[in-house]
Nanobody
Framework: QVQLVESGGGLVQPGGSLRVSCAAS????????IAWFRQAPGKEREGVSC????????YYLDSVKGRFTISRDDAKNTVYLQMNSLKPDDTGVYYC?????????WGQGTQVTVSS
């Protein structure tokens, strides 16, 4: 059974850092592109970052470039999103996503709140 489980969210002050994790089970992450999305209250879900399966190419939303870093540890079957210099606009629920065998899978999300 394919599952994605996020963790690591929390409350952080502006300028602070957090690392969120996406642990996969039921499939091996190394065969798939994995993405992070976020959804702020009253807004649509948006793609934040993704990491490719083979060449490990990465993509970042313009507003997070230079501040966020996506990485993967295939041995732990986990993808990470390191978030630095956090801003209040980064507040939202962060979701992990994978398309496995033509089906979309989402984690339950982890809340990130940036506030003083």
């Amino acid at each position: 059974q394919v599952q994605l489980v996020e963790s690591g969210g929390g409350l952080v002050q502006p300028g602070g850092s957090l690392r969120v994790s996406c642990a996969a089970s039921g499939f091996s992450l190394d065969g798939y592109t994995i993405a992070w999305f976020r959804q702020a209250p009253g807004k649509e879900r948006e793609g934040v970052s993704c990491i490719g399966k083979n060449d490990r190419s990465t993509y970042y939303l313009d507003s997070v470039k230079g501040r966020f870093t996506i990485s993967r540890d295939d041995a732990k079957n986990t993808v990470y999103l390191q978030m630095n210099s956090l801003k209040p606009d980064d507040t939202g629920v962060y979701y992990c996503y994978a398309n496995v065998n033509s089906r979309d899978y989402w984690g339950q999300g982890t809340q990130v709140t940036v506030s003083s």
